[in-house]
Nanobody, 115 residues
Framework: QVQLVESGGGLVQAGGSLRLSCAVTGVYISVNAVNWYRQAPGNQRELVAT???????NYIDSVKGRFAISRDHVKNTVYLQMNSLKPEDTGVYYC?????????WGQGTQVTVSS
């Protein structure tokens, strides 16, 4: 059974930092791409960052240079380090894996950036 559990969200002032964690069970992150999505109120969910099994990384343009995705194979956990946070980064952040066309999501963690 695949499960994703996010943690690390919170309230932070603009310019601050947070590190999100996504603990994965039931599947190895070393053989699956893992994605971070976010959803702000009234907006569609958007893809923020991806790390592939080969270590290829992609970011949405608005977070390039500020966010960093990484992983720990021993802990089977993916991280999203978020620096220089802006109010527009506010939203619920979700971890996601797709396996054999099935989508698996975590419960999400709230990130709120105050101005």
């Amino acid at each position: 059974q695949v499960q994703l559990v996010e943690s690390g969200g919170g309230l932070v002032q603009a310019g601050g930092s947070l590190r999100l964690s996504c603990a994965v069970t039931g599947v190895y992150i070393s053989v699956n791409a893992v994605n971070w999505y976010r959803q702000a109120p009234g907006n569609q969910r958007e893809l923020v960052a991806t790390i592939t099994p080969y270590g290829d990384i992609n970011y949405i343009d608005s977070v390039k240079g500020r966010f960093a995705i990484s992983r720990d194979h021993v802990k089977n956990t993916v991280y999203l380090q978020m620096n220089s946070l802006k109010p527009e980064d506010t939203g619920v952040y979700y971890c996601h894996i797709m396996i054999s066309r099935r989508h698996f999501w975590g419960q999400g963690t709230q990130v709120t950036v105050s101005s």
